[in-house]
């Protein structure tokens, strides 16, 4: 079966500082990868998105970047964290473009 | 430019009464809407899907209804319990994107 992890779970981090957030799945070949967020009181923000190894579609412009290096590995990074990249961070995976299977999710503070 | 919308932050129901959530969309192009539920701090899990070839769609307590004229849906749930308490967002799937409405808050009062 197909599993997906993110971590970590909590993070605080001062402004200015850099951030790298790891989701790996497995149990699955060439998933669609995705990166979202959730600031407070708000919806599931479509971030980042990677069809294959290297390719990465932005959605918004922003203070933060993604990788796929590996099939199953996406990274979301930033070199300098602002204020308003806190959130809540969530990793998800899907096959032939059907359902979204999320993370457990990473909650970013930036203080 | 949302492409989902749910304009309701919030709704309380009672415990064995009939919940509906509501979501409209503007992309007509696209055929493939879901429901996902989601608990504080946990990721969103996937609860049911419609596609455009059809009205309604039903799992159990959960039924979605698209109604293509609209361009709005709703999920049901019934009888709504205390454990529905999340909140549900609706998506649209683009191809290979998934949007997100805002969310709607539900609390099921025992």
């Known amino acids: 079966s197909q599993t997906i992890h993110q971590w970590p779970a909590t993070l605080v981090q001062p402004v200015g500082s850099p951030l790298s957030l790891e989701c790996t799945v497995e149990g699955t070949s060439n998933p669609n990868l995705y990166w979202y967020r959730q600031a407070a009181g708000r919806g599931l923000q479509l971030l980042f998105y990677s069809v294959g190894i290297g390719q990465i579609s932005s959605e918004v412009p922003q203070n933060l970047s993604a990788s796929r290096p590996q099939d199953r590995q996406f990274i979301l990074s930033s070199k300098k964290l602002l204020l308003s990249d806190s959130g809540f961070y969530l990793c998800?995976?899907?096959?032939?473009?059907?359902?979204?299977?999320f993370g457990s999710g990473t909650q970013l503070s930036v203080l | 430019d949302q492409q989902v919308k749910q304009n309701s932050p919030s709704l309380s129901v009672q415990e064995g009464r009939i919940s509906i959530l509501n979501c409209d969309y503007t992309n007509s192009m696209f055929d493939y809407f879901l429901w996902y539920k989601k608990y504080p701090a946990e990721g969103p899990t996937f609860l049911i899907s419609?596609?455009?070839?059809?009205d309604k769609n039903e799992d159990g307590r959960f039924t979605v209804f698209l109604n293509k004229s609209a361009k709005h849906l709703s999920l049901h749930i019934v009888p709504s319990q205390p454990g529905d308490s999340a909140v549900y967002f609706c998506?649209?799937?683009?191809?290979?994107?998934?949007?997100f409405g805002t969310g709607t808050s539900l609390t099921v009062i025992p």
């Open positions: 998506a649209e799937n683009t191809g290979n994107q998934f949007y």
């Open positions: 419609i596609s455009s070839i059809k």
């Open positions: 998800a995976w899907s096959a032939l473009g059907e359902k979204l299977f």
